[in-house]
């Protein structure tokens, strides 16, 4: 009989680590063998990260973009485990780090872990393909929780990469990340993104393909964290059978060329 894939979760006192942490344990394929947080974080079963690395087959990894890089180097200089990564908000330092250690050890790395919003981004490649640029805006639309640090979020920006693709253009260079005072005509190809922070709001995301005549809506609602967790355990489980890489949940869902 297999034995349980051994779980660590890194930004253990989130909201999203304790959900994890939960799901692992009502889960028999699954092993809970350490929790872990900031450097300074103590009690409530939490041990380092060195010591959680030592014996993990694969660390779930809600936490900062600056904790989760720092993991990943960590992780890559003792040669594993497997990582799964739900943090945004990344600096480009931060991305060359997760890159340099997936040369090391297998990283799944996703700004969503939902099947929903990763259908969601095909549907919008697809359409920003079909639809004319020069008739046809394009917005972002995003709402998270009160507490949520980064915006736009991951999955905001998954949704502008995957429109951008869908034009053959650059989103560095298309993108419109907030707009305030006189700010002129909206110029046709760009793409905007809007915000909102408020309450308990889990995450609402939807693209707005605006004509003059016609105004074409792709969404995604979540209701419960539960989804975003089960979709990162699906990922450790992928992650933990897989060479050295760095991956997203296109590579784990089939979606990608590369799978």
């Known amino acids: 009989m297999p034995q349980p894939l051994k779980i660590a979760v890194a930004g253990a006192l989130g909201r999203m680590g304790r959900t994890v942490a939960d799901m692992v344990g009502a ?3 699954l092993t809970l063998v350490a929790r872990f947080d900031r450097p300074d974080a103590a ?3 939490l041990v380092s990260q060195a010591e959680a690395l030592a014996a993990c087959d694969v660390v779930v990894d809600f936490s900062t973009a600056a904790a989760s890089a ?7 200089a003792r040669g594993g485990p497997a990582l799964v990564i739900g943090s945004t ?17 297998a990283i799944v790395s996703a ?5 929903g919003v990763n259908v969601l981004l095909g549907l919008v490649r697809q359409a920003a393909a079909t639809l004319p640029a020069d008739s046809f805006d394009i917005e972002v639309l995003e709402a998270h ?5 980064d915006a736009p979020s991951g999955t905001a920006l998954m949704l502008g990469e995957a429109a951008a693709e869908g034009r053959g253009a650059d989103l560095q260079k298309v993108a419109k990340r907030g707009r305030d005072g006189i700010t002129g005509a909206r110029p046709r190809g ?7 922070r408020g309450g308990g709001l889990v995450g609402e995301h939807a693209v707005i393909f605006a004509g003059e005549e016609e105004i074409l809506t792709l969404a995604h609602s979540a209701r419960d964290r539960g989804l975003f967790a089960r979709g990162a355990l699906a990922a450790a489980r992928w992650a933990s059978k897989q060479p050295p890489g760095q991956y997203d949940m296109q590579d784990v869902l089939g979606f990608s060329k590369k799978a």
């Open 70 to 76: 720092d993991l990943a180097a960590a992780a890559a």
């Open 27 to 29: 889960d028999p394929d």
């Open 111 to 115: 700004g969503n872990f939902a099947l």
């Open 43 to 45: 009690g409530d079963g």
């Open 145 to 149: 929780h009160a507490r949520k640090i």
């Open 89 to 105: 908000g990344f600096r480009d330092a931060q991305l060359a780090a997760i890159a340099r250690a997936a040369q090391k050890v």
């Open 190 to 196: 760009e793409i905007g993104f809007a915000a909102i």
